[in-house]
């Protein structure tokens, strides 16, 4: 009965303080956030580490944004505490006590190991944006324009363009000002690219700032509101960070790919931790703010449920929602707080002090743990934020007591969706709570997810012979300036695909940019691939000192470039078709360009949501049941009350408290629980020499084992429950929808000479 708690989507936390009994909460009650808040050495650590190991049991998964650097600790897991597992993160001399101090911790919380063994399955990933220490981040995508929801909602685009325009200029360590003229530069240069779907890059950044593609800003011409020569100096600044060898580390590695970072291929969850620790405080800044605008990008794009779809932890805010400035991380926070729960998600806040909190945002959290804190006026703090939100018979001096005497592990609870308040300490931790954690610790953690790079097929070296003379043809010819003096070529191919299906709603228009490489025995079609670079901003020139490989011949033909465009039209209608997948019940189709994992974590959603329904009625009906038998206990209590109002017991069925625990967290956390634990422990050592005595025990006994067989009976529903609802028991078909020869259009070919380093 221990785990029945994760059959009912309840986080187990702790134990209370009074009474010992299980500290749960509604995994959905997340939606409306959370805020921890204590000193340092309160537990803040631990008790964010056991919400997120919670989680994870839960197949939610996570991103946390870490500034210390602790959260990397639950890349520590073991899943049967085995020494060996210890010896890379204590040394072969601790490794054995580590081990069996950990393992007798756990158990000691009444966790056995099949919680450590379920854990264990989660992948957890550490990122460590601007150093190669663990898992490189690259920041370019972060430049992307948003999502169509994003574009077309004024008031969001306008929120997610000035967090990017303000994390930009803390870079170069100038604060965000929306009358500067850095600013208003800016953000006019980004969303003219996002609104005309222009590539935009560090480096097209700083020409644009140079060279803007624009002559007005407002109703003022560019150089009389910002002069050529103050644009050159503000494109130099941000050069110097750029060009700075330190910056390449944030131009490698995986780029920000939300359903990337919270699902593997599976739809499983998985737990990213962003560790920003090296970081200073405006590459800190400026990758929050990104990561921010990725996540509320992609949340846009969900549908909308009640059930927790995902977590976002930020560990230590201080500095990034503060109540008196606007630093770039603030408005995307606050617009998370304020939209994320339609969307499933859970925004998990954690500080040492009540006052770096913006008191607007507090409102909209839900849930808040209080642990031990510093001063009277910190306390006063909390009381003052939590006002009108007690809703118990407690009073602020009662509260102000309570917070006054915590200990560490300690936290006070209140919550929007709990009747009481309750003071209790934390549990152990699955994972090993190691501390901040170090370069190398990171490196040796992460060596094993590191991404070996591929070569593509363009990378492949053929020796081909030379000439120096470049064609001469009707294909129009691009030479890339920046390449050696020994080119070769390949063809630039530009064509738009129309798929059309009326039944499905389907009408996409596919715009290709494809390169194909040449050689002197002619090409393969089979070798073609995205085209990397916009072509058209290499020279028309050919340059006089260059030398050629050999074309083709069929480059050489009369009307080639029409045989060609045959050929690839040929191709395309043979080999490109847009995929799509489906389920056949429940009934759901794929959305056009939506990948097969985008379709298995909506799908799993859809899913969660029937279950959760399912849930809800098994609710109610146990509720009714579970009601019953309190009412009966209830009866039977007041009778032995009667006939020996001078016996009591001190003890406690242990095993039925828990569970009474459990339901009452499950079924809205109601008083008559704990009534009911104290009835049975008031009959566990009643006299046996009355009659009268016996009975009422013996009834007692009877409603003890009725209430052991509703806990079976529930979770062998719960068990049946969950397998109907497991993705893998349900077949996703992929299908495709082919053009029509006639919808594929061959727009332009054109020729492309490039430097061999190229292809190598």
């Known amino acids: 009965m221990k785990t029945l708690y994760e059959k009912l989507s309840l986080f187990y936390l702790g134990k209370s303080t009074q009474d010992k009994s299980l500290t749960l909460l509604k995994n959905k009650n997340l939606t409306t956030h959370a805020a921890i808040i204590g000193m340092t050495g309160s ?85 460590t944006p601007g150093s190669s220490a663990g898992i490189s981040v690259n920041i370019m995508s972060s430049l992307n324009a948003p999502e169509k929801e994003i574009l077309e909602d004024s008031d ?201 909190l913006d008191y607007k945002g507090l409102s909209n959290i839900g849930t808040w743990f209080i642990g031990r804190l510093q001063t009277r006026q910190d306390i006063d703090k909390v009381i003052e934020g939590l006002s009108g939100k007690l809703g118990s018979d407690l009073s602020k001096a009662d509260i102000r007591a309570m917070l006054s005497n915590m200990q560490k592990r300690t936290f006070f609870l209140k919550s929007a969706h709990r009747e009481n308040v309750e003071v209790f300490q934390t549990r152990w931790v699955l994972s090993y709570l190691k501390g901040p954690l170090k370069r190398d610790e990171i490196k040796a953690l992460m060596q094993s997810q590191k991404v070996i790079q591929k070569s593509s097929p363009l990378q492949k070296k053929r020796t081909l012979k030379k000439s120096t003379s470049a064609y001469n043809g009707e294909l129009t010819q691009y030479f890339d300036a920046s390449s050696s003096s020994e080119l070769r070529p390949s063809l630039a191919i530009n064509a738009e695909i129309l798929y059309h299906n009326t039944s499905k709603g389907i009408d996409k228009t596919e715009h290709i940019n494809w390169e194909l490489p040449l050689y002197e025995d002619g090409f393969d079609l089979q070798e073609i691939q995205k085209l990397q670079d916009n072509y058209k901003r290499f020279s028309t020139k050919a340059p006089s000192d260059a030398s050629y490989a050999s074309l083709p011949a069929v480059l050489l033909e009369q009307e080639a470039k029409k045989k060609i465009s045959a050929k690839i039209q040929s191709f395309l209608y043979r080999n490109q078709s847009l995929e799509l997948y489906r389920v056949r019940s429940p009934k759901l189709d794929s959305k056009v360009d939506e990948t097969l994992q985008a379709f298995k974590i909506r799908f799993q959603d859809l899913l969660n949501q029937k279950k959760d329904a399912a849930l809800e009625i098994i609710e109610k009906r146990y509720a009714t049941k579970e009601q019953r038998i309190a009412t009966r206990i209830e009866k039977a209590e007041a009778k032995l009350e009667k006939e020996e109002s001078d016996v009591s017991a001190k003890t406690t069925d242990t095993l039925v408290s828990a569970g009474l625990a459990i339901f009452g967290a499950f079924f809205g956390g109601r008083s008559s629980s704990s009534r009911i634990g104290s009835t049975i422990s008031k009959g566990a050592r009643i006299s046996k020499e009355k009659a009268d005595v016996k009975r009422a025990e013996a009834e007692i006994v009877k409603y003890q084992e009725r209430y052991r067989d509703l806990q079976d009976e529930l979770s062998d529903k719960i068990d049946t429950l969950e397998s109907r609802y497991e993705l893998e028991n349900y077949t996703i078909e992929p299908y495709q929808i082919r053009p029509k020869k006639r919808d594929i259009n061959i727009k332009d070919i054109a020729l492309i000479w490039r430097s061999e380093i190229a292809y190598m």
């Open 156 to 356: 969001l685009f306008n929120s997610y363009l000035s967090a990017t325009a303000s994390s930009l200029l803390s870079l170069i360590g100038e604060e965000s000002d929306i009358h500067s003229k850095n600013y208003t530069l800016l953000t006019t240069l980004i969303a003219h690219a996002w609104r005309n779907d222009l590539p935009l890059s560090l480096e097209t950044l700083i020409a644009s700032i140079i060279n803007p593609a624009f002559k007005k800003i407002g109703f003022l011409a560019l150089d009389d509101f910002f002069p050529s020569k103050e644009r050159f100096k503000l494109a130099t600044r941000f050069n110097s960070v750029f060009a700075n060898p330190s910056f390449s580390q944030w131009l490698e590695g995986v780029e920000l790919d939300v359903d990337a970072l919270l699902f593997d291929e599976n739809a499983k969850a998985k737990v990213s931790i962003f560790n920003i620790a090296h970081l200073s405080d405006s590459e800190r800044m400026f990758f929050v703010t990104m990561l921010l605008n990725r996540y509320i990008a992609w949340m846009r794009r969900q549908s909308g449920t009640s059930t927790l779809r995902t977590l976002l932890y930020m560990d230590e805010i201080y500095g990034y929602f503060p109540p008196s400035k606007n630093p770039p991380s603030k408005a995307p926070m606050m617009l998370l707080l304020k939209q994320a729960r339609a969307f499933g998600v859970g925004i998990i806040l954690s500080t040492q002090n009540p006052v770096d």
């Open 43 to 127: 537990g803040k650590t631990g008790l964010g580490m056991g919400l997120i190991e919670e989680a994870m049991l839960d197949n939610i998964p996570s991103i946390l944004i870490d500034p210390k650097g602790d959260m990397g600790n639950l890349c520590m897991r073991s899943a049967s505490y085995e020494s060996t597992d210890f010896i890379p993160w204590v040394g072969e001399s601790k490794a054995q006590e580590t081990a069996q101090m950990w393992k007798k911790g756990v158990e000691s919380w009444d966790q056995d190991i099949s919680r450590s063994q379920k854990l264990s399955q989660t992948p957890v990933t550490l990122y």
